[in-house]
C-alpha cells in the first residue's frame, strides 16, 4: 500500500493490543454462549425479537449548522451522523441528465470498530455501504425536480455496534426531510441477523460477527439481511443479504423486516413534526420582532411628518 | 430583510456590526462561546471526548497499539495524531483525500502537541528496541464552525488525560508478549496547553481582535480558518501562528494574550469537572 | 446500449409478452440465452475459462499464492476477486468509467463466496495459523453485452473448477517457521471442490414479472433488477460420488438490488423463487459442459479453439 503522505502515520508493523490478550480467539461455540443467556435474553436485556427501536432509539435534526439538513441517530451504542447539502451542479459531466442524482459516503471513525482500526482511505466495506445506501434513497427522492444536479448525502459512522447501515439510511432519510428535499416517502431500514433457528433482530456487532462467521455443522443457515422500506407505498427499496441460508427463512424473516420497518416510522415522524413546530415557532417569533420593529419606525416617521408640518 | 441585506452588501453588514461593538452573533469582541465537554462516550475507543465550542463539534477517539520502535529512537513510542475533516462537517469541504487547508491544520495540532512536551514519548516505551506503545489519536470535525484548533486541542488533551495504559508482560527469551487488559495505569500528561484562536478584521482607523470567532466571522477576515492562534501551556507559551488576513499591532497582541490566560483556566475547568462527572458516573 | 430507444408501445409490447411468460425472442422468462464455455485457455494461470453469452465476453483466470491466513482465520485460506473494464468493452468503460461497475461485482463476487457452504476456504489451508493458498481470481471483461454478473459467476466457477493446486507438503521446523516442500511433478496436484460454489442470477423486474438474463430491449423496460446468488449442487459436478450424498437445497449466499426503482415485497419473493429454478437448470448446465469437456481432455489433446471462433 503507498504511504499516505498527507497524514500522519503511524509504524507499519503496529497490531492492536487485544491479540495478545488471553481470550483474542474464541472458538465458535463461546461465542455464542456469550450472546445469549439462559432466558433467551440478548446480551443488552433484549428478547430476540426485539429492536432496539423503542427504548434504545434516539433521533434529532440540524445537528450540523454548515449543513442544508442534518440527522444524528444512536441505537444504544451505535451513532451515526449524515449531513444533506444543497444541490450542485454534477461535477465532470457534460451530458444533461433528466433525473437528478443522489451523491451518497459512507464513511467510517477510525476509531469506531472494536476489532480493528478503520484506514482512512475508503475500504471496500465502506464502498459496498456507500452502494446501498444510494440504492436505498434513490426512489425515495423525487429526482426530476432537480434535473443536472446532485444532493450530496455524508453519513458518518462514529460508533459501530451492528446495524449500522440501517442506522445510515434511517439517518440519511431523516436528514434529507430535514434538508427539505422532495420525497415520495419516508424512508426506514431495518437489519437482523440469522444463526441456525434463531433471528437476531436489530442485532449487535458480536450477534453480527457470529451470523457471518461460517459455522461448523454443515446446513445452518447464517447471515445478516438489511431491508429499507417506503412503508406507505409498500415498497422495498433496497434489500441486502449475505452469509447462506434457505429461501423459506428469507421469505420467513422478510415478514419481520417488513413489521421493523413500520414501526420505525412513527420515531421519524415524531422527529419531523417536533422540527416542523420549532420551525414555525421561530417564524412567528421572528414575525413578531419584525413588526415590533416597524411599529417603532412608523411612529418616528409620524413624528418627523408632525415635526415637518409644524416647521 | 436582514437575510437579504446580508446577502447583498456582505461587507457592509459586517462592518455595520463591528462599528457598533457587538459581532453579529451578539457577543462581545473578546467574549468566547460556551464549552461543552463529554468524555468516553464511545465504547469502541480507548479514551474518547466530544467538544461542543458553540457549533463546532470535535469528537477525538484514541486506540492502542503495539509496534517496535524506531530503530534510530529505540527508547521512544508513538503519538499519532490525526485532524480528519470529512466533507460532512462544512459544504468547503469535498469528498477525497484531505485540501490542504486540512493538511495544515493537521500539522497545526500535531506541531501543538509535540512543542507543548504534554505526553513524554518515554512514558510509552514499554521494552527499549523491542515494544513500545502506539497511540492513535484520531479527531474527527463534525461541525466546522470556525475556531477548530480550539476544539480539537480540547478533545484530544481531554481524552489523553482519560487515557489508561493496559499492562504488558514482555518475555525476552521467547518474544511473547501478554496483555492484561484489566490492570490499567492512566498515562501522565504533563501540564495542558490550551490553544485560543483569533480572527483580526480591519476598521478604517484600527484593527479589531475578535476571540474564538466563528466560520462566518472567519471568512469575513479573509481567512480560511482563524487568523492568529495562541497556545499555552500551563503559563507558558508554547506558540502563536498568524495566518493571513490584517496586520496584528503590539498591544492587541498583549490583549490577546491575556485573553489567552484566562481561557486557559476556563477550559482546565471544563476537562476537570468533565472527568470528575464521568468517574462519578461510573463509581 | 447507448442510444436505445423505445417508443411507449415497444415497451408494452415486452411487457405483455413478459406477463405471459413468452418473451419476444422465443424465451421462457427464465431461458438463458445459448452460451459458449472453454476451461484452460491460458497456459500460465493455474485455471481458466473463457465464457461467451450473448455478446459479453468474460475471461477469468485464477493464480495461486502461498499466503498467511488472517489471525482471527488460522486454519483457512483467502479468496480475492479483481474485475477489470477493459475499455474495448463498451464506449462507458474508457477512463475510470469501468471502476464503479467493477468493484460492485467483486463485491458481489466477494460476498457470494463469503460462507463456508458457498466455497470452502479450509481446502486452501496448507499449514494451520502458518501457511496457506491465496487465490486471485482475475476477472476480464473482454465485451460488454448485458447480464454481467450471471456471467461472471459462470466463468468462475468453471475457472475454479479447472484449477489446480499443487501439492504441499509443510513442516514446522525450530523457531516457529515452516518449511515447505514442493513435488517436482507439475502434475502433482490436486482439484479444489466446488460444487457448491454459488452462481448469480440476474432478475429484471418487466411489469409484476421478472426475468433472466434480459436483451437490451428488455433492459431498457425495466428499473430494477435482483441479483440473487445461490450455491450449486455438488451431484452435477461429481456424479461418482452422487449416491453418497443427498440432494442438498440449494441456498442463498446474496441477495442486492440493482438500479433507481423499488419492487413490492411480494415481487421480491416470487423473484427469489424464480431465481432458485433458474440458477438449478444453470448449474446442472454448467456441470454437465465441465464434465464433457474434462473427458474429451483426457482422451486427447484438446483443440483449443481459443478466440478465434
Known sequence: MPLDYRRFNGPDDSVSYKRFTDNYLKSYDELYEELIDKNSRRKDGRKLDEARSMCMFFARTDLISQAKGSAYIELKKTKVVCSVFDPREIPHQNEFSQLGQLYCEVKFAPFSCVRQRRPHAPDAEERALSVALRQALEPAVCRHLFPNYQVDVFVYILEHDGACLAAAINAAGLALANASVPMYDIITACSLAII???????????EEHLAIMSPDTEGTNHGIITMSMMSELKQVSDFMQIGSMDVQCVTKVMEILEKECETIVPNIQKVLVLNVVQCFNQRKQLEAEAKEREAALNAKMEEWKKILNAG | MAEIYKLIHPLKYFTDYISREVRPDGRKFDEQRNIKLNVNSLKTAEASAVVKCGNTTVVC?????????????????????????????????????????????????????????????????????????????????????????????IALMASLKTLCLPSVTYDNDTEDIKVNADIRTPLKVHGLPVATSFAVYKLPDRNILLTDPSAYEEEMCGGIGANFIVCSNEGLLCGTQKFGGSNLLSDSQEESLKISRDRTNVVKKVIETSIKNDNEFVS | MAGLLLSPTEKVFILHGVQDDYRSDGRSNIDYRPMELETDVVSHASGSARLRLANTDILVGVKTEIDVPKPDKPDCGKLEFFVDCSANATPEFEGRGGEQLANSISNMMQKAYHSSQAFNLKQLCIFEGKQCWKLYIDILILECGGNLCDAVSLAVKAALFNTRIPFVKAALM?????????????????????????????????????????????????????????????????PKDADKQQSV????????????????????????????????????ALGQALLKERQQNIGIKKHSYGFLK
Request: net charge negative; glycine share 8%.
Open chain 1, 196 to 206: 441456525g433457528e434463531k433471528v437476531f433482530v436489530d442485532p449487535t456487532e458480536a
Open chain 2, 61 to 153: 477517539g484514541i486506540q492502542l497499539e503495539l509496534a517496535t520502535p524506531k530503530a534510530e529512537e529505540p527508547d521512544l513510542g508513538y503519538l499519532v495524531t490525526n485532524l480528519e475533516l470529512p466533507a460532512l462537517c462544512s459544504p468547503k469541504y469535498r469528498p477525497g483525500p484531505p485540501s490542504d487547508h486540512a493538511q495544515v491544520t493537521n500539522y497545526l495540532v500535531s506541531d501543538i502537541i509535540t512543542n507543548s512536551k504534554c505526553i513524554n514519548l518515554k512514558d510509552l516505551c514499554i521494552v527499549p528496541d523491542k515494544l513500545a506503545w502506539v497511540l492513535y489519536c484520531d479527531i474527527v470535525c463534525l461541525d466546522n464552525d470556525g475556531s477548530l484548533v480550539d476544539a480539537c486541542i
Open chain 3, 174 to 238: 525450530d523457531g516457529g517457521n515452516i518449511d515447505l516442500q514442493l513435488s517436482d511433478d507439475p502434475y502433482d496436484s490436486k482439484l479444489l471442490d466446488v460444487g457448491s460454489a454459488p452462481l448469480l442470477v440476474t432478475l429484471c423486474k418487466i411489469g409484476d414479472k421478472c426475468v433472466v438474463d434480459p436483451s437490451a430491449e428488455e433492459e431498457n423496460c425495466s428499473v430494477i433488477s435482483l441479483i440473487v446468488g445461490l450455491t450449486g449442487d455438488r451431484k452435477y459436478y461429481y
Open chain 3, 249 to 284: 437445497e440449494s441456498k442463498c449466499t446474496t441477495i442486492g438490488m440493482n438500479g433507481p426503482g423499488s419492487v413490492a415485497p411480494k415481487t421480491l419473493k416470487d423473484a427469489i423463487n424464480q431465481g432458485i429454478v433458474a440458477a438449478k437448470s444453470l448449474d446442472e
